[in-house]
T-cell receptor, first 118, second 116 residues
């Protein structure tokens, strides 16, 4: 299957700093990328949907000014956690799929990023 | 709006025993259904998916699932599990025909633990 690379896999940052997480589709063009947050022993919570070249659509309750998403190219989306606090510590996962014709209905997931804010 | 219910948060089984992980969904439109597996500190890997056609879907690692429209279920089965099948399993649904950008809604997951 297609490969989605997420970087870094782990990051520790100080409270108040910003952290950028990258999500790349290595062998296909991802017109849509999704960002999820996963709490310990919990399901994946969709944070936002980003389409290449346009603003991300955030789910209810997700602060768009805190979680900045950029999808500037068909192979790269970034999530920046701004002014991170300990409560932002979590496992963040991106996924990518082709949504323009011919449509691929499968979503490919990155390996995830474990963010720890101290 | 869609929702997914995974009825069991944890399922312990012995090696070589059969297993069924249950999943029920609700949706007002046609759906696509998926099962994903997640190993610790990793992303999700697709096990199988139902888009249309035959209701019995076979996936990787010997897993299969059956779509039952009348019961709105998509239970995952494996006839004989291995220690290496120990992982978290997620059932997910998206709108068919491209609704909502094929956004996935996940269940809460079922931790399958295979004991020797």
């Amino acid at each position: 299957g297609a490969v989605v690379s997420q970087h870094p896999s782990r990051v520790i940052c100080k409270s108040g700093t910003s952290v950028k997480i990258e999500c790349r589709s290595l062998d296909f063009q991802a017109t849509t990328m999704f960002w999820y947050r996963q709490f310990p022993k919990k399901s994946l919570m969709l944070m936002a949907t980003s389409n290449e070249g346009s603003k991300a659509t955030y789910e209810q309750g997700v602060e768009k000014d805190k979680f900045l998403i950029n999808h500037a190219s068909l192979t790269l989306s970034t999530l920046t956690v701004t002014s991170a606090h300990p409560e932002d510590s979590s496992f963040y996962i991106c996924s990518a799929r082709v949504t323009r014709q011919p449509v691929n209905t499968e979503a490919f997931f990155g390996q995830g990023t474990r963010l720890t804010v101290v | 709006a869609q929702s997914v219910t995974q009825l069991d948060s944890q399922v312990p089984v012995f090696e070589e025993a059969p297993v069924e992980l249950r999943c029920n969904y609700s949706s007002s439109v046609s759906v696509y259904l998926f099962w994903y597996v997640q190993y610790p500190n990793q992303g999700l890997q697709l096990l199988l998916k139902y888009l249309s056609g035959s209701t019995l879907v076979k996936g990787i690692n010997g897993f299969e699932a059956e779509f039952n429209k009348s019961q709105t279920s998509f239970h995952l089965r494996k006839p004989s599990v291995h220690i290496s099948d120990t992982a978290e399993y997620f059932c997910a649904v998206s709108e068919g025909s491209g609704g909502s950008n094929y956004k996935l809604t996940f269940g809460k997951g079922t931790l399958l633990t295979v004991n020797p």
